[in-house]
């Protein structure tokens, strides 16, 4: 079983700082690009950050200059470093990967596709 399990999230005042972690668990053998997007109820889905395995970012421009993503492959999580955060970054977080590969006990090898965790909650009060 492979999960996705975001954490980091938090109440804090605009101009502080959180760090997000996206961990992977399970027999995990390699992980792709992974994203962070964030969501508000009444607004679309929002693209926040890329990284892909090489390692190569990308922002979009709402949070660039402010957050850095980054990856440690060794621990198999994905972290989104948050500065100077504003209130308009409040929203659910979710990290997703766009494919796992892990090993299953009964059938051995598998990918997973677009796999997504169940979100960690940022509030930036003003």
């Known amino acids: 079983q492979v999960q996705l399990v975001e954490s980091g999230g938090g109440l804090v005042q605009a101009g502080g700082s959180l760090r997000l972690s996206c961990a992977a668990s399970?027999?995990?053998?390699?992980?792709?690009?992974v994203s962070w997007y964030r969501q508000v109820l009444w607004k679309q889905r929002e693209l926040v950050a890329v990284?892909?395995?090489?390692?190569?970012?990308n922002y979009s421009d709402s949070v660039k200059g402010r957050f850095t993503i980054s990856r440690d492959d060794a621990k198999k999580t994905v972290y989104l470093q948050m500065n100077s955060l504003k209130p308009e970054d409040t929203g659910v977080y979710y990290c997703?990967?766009?494919?796992?590969?892990?090993?299953?006990?009964?059938?051995?090898?598998?990918?997973?596709?677009?796999?997504w965790g169940q979100g960690t909650q940022v509030t930036v009060s003003s």
């Open positions: 990284i892909t395995s090489a390692g190569s970012t």
């Open positions: 399970g027999s995990i053998l390699s992980i792709n690009t």
């Open positions: 997703t990967a766009d494919w796992i590969l892990f090993t299953d006990q009964a059938e051995g090898e598998k990918a997973a596709f677009d796999y």
